[in-house]
Every structure is written in C-alpha cells, then in structure tokens.
C-alpha cells in the first residue's frame, strides 16, 4: 500500500511537471506572437517615400472611378426606362426626342442629375466625386502627378521603398500562421485532457511595452 502511494505521488509529481511545461510551452509561444505582431504592425506603419504616395493615390481614385463607371451606367439605363414610362410623358425621352436632335432642336437637360449623388424622388443622380473621377480619370490623374512634382521637401526623407519590407513581412506571416496553428492545438488537447493553461495576455498588454 505504501508503495502505492509512492508511486502515486511520483506520478502526480509527473503529471504536474508536464502541465507546467506545456504551459510554459504555450506562454512562449504566445511571446513569440506578440513579438512578431509588434514588429509587423512597426513595419506596416513605416512611412511611405513620395513616389510611393502617389502610387496610393492614383490607385484609389481608380477605385473611385471604377465606381463611378457603373453608377453612370445604372444611371443611363434607370433614364431610358424610366423617362418612358407611363406618367412621365411630360418628360418622356422617345423616337420623338431624337426626331428633335437631328433636326437640330435638343431638349434641355434638367438639373437633377446635378445633385452630387442625392436622391430626387425615386431616381439616382451620379455626379458624385466618384462620378467626376469616371467622366474625368486620366486629366484628374494627370493633375495630381503635377501637384507631386511640386513638391520638393518630402517630409519622409529616408522612407525606403515599401518593397524591401515585404519579404520580411511574408516571413512574419508565415510564422506566425504556425504559431498559432501549434497554439491553437495545444489549447485544444488541454482543454480535451482537462488541463489548465496559463490564460493569453489582455489585448494589447505585452511585457516587452
């Protein structure tokens, strides 16, 4: 019976070294992600060099405008059915409008369409800024690269390209994607087994602040 015993203690004993050492497995592994997440926010938030600046730009009013290309066309097709139907003959645009055109008597344009973007009744008016961006794309573009040229004291001297941090960003990524693939099992099987780990760090709470 006494040897029982002891054996029973020494495998508690056992027992409680391995919990401990898992948790301290997963303690590390959690530092080891908030490292590496500190230094990839570091690198995401470096400042951009001006060439680069312009790059964003011209790429988000691309954006904008592709926007604004289908607005105008959901505009000029809400327009060809909607100046036709019933109840709108006052304002309908039919054979008798182009009949007009080429004889050279144009109706006037009305201004709803010139309400950057609100609504006026049921209809939808595209000269929003992304709709300027569609009509306008490449002369908008133009002018921004002059205003860039202007410039001659970028306040970001030593920005280097954006390029070079992206390897160490994809090697970031791929870590820490096995990091928390490892902690995710290791949560898993402990909580299967009944074993308590340490508790993750608060959001945004680190020992190496």
């Not at 409008?97 to 009744?121: F, I, P």
């Not at 994809?170 to 096995?178: A, S």
Request: a negative charge; glycine letters at 6%; charged letters at 30%.
């Amino acid at each position: 019976m006494t040897q029982f015993i002891d054996d029973l203690k020494k495998s508690f004993g056992l027992i409680k070294k391995q919990t401990d050492d898992l948790g301290a497995l997963v303690t590390s592994i959690r530092d080891r992600i908030m490292l590496l997440e500190a230094e990839h926010s570091t690198i995401l938030d470096r400042p951009l060099c001006k060439e680069e600046m312009l790059e964003v730009f011209l790429a988000r009013l691309d954006e904008s405008a592709k926007s604004g290309d289908a607005s105008w066309v959901g505009y000029y097709l809400e327009e060809a059915h909607g100046r036709h139907q019933a109840g709108r003959l006052a304002r309908r645009i039919s054979v008798a409008t182009l009949r007009q055109a080429k004889n050279g008597v144009a109706s006037e344009l009305d201004d709803s369409w010139l309400n950057y973007g609100n609504l006026t009744g049921s209809r939808f008016t595209p000269l929003t800024a992304e709709g300027v961006f569609s009509l306008f794309r490449e002369p908008i573009k133009d002018a921004i690269r002059r205003h860039f040229d202007q410039i001659v004291d970028w306040p970001f001297p030593d920005a280097l390209p954006a390029a070079e941090y992206f390897p160490r960003l994809d090697e970031i990524e791929k870590e820490l994607g096995d990091l928390r693939e490892q902690e995710a099992t290791f949560v898993s099987e402990a909580a299967r087994l009944g074993v308590t780990l340490p508790k993750p760090y608060d959001f945004g709470a680190s020992r190496f602040n």
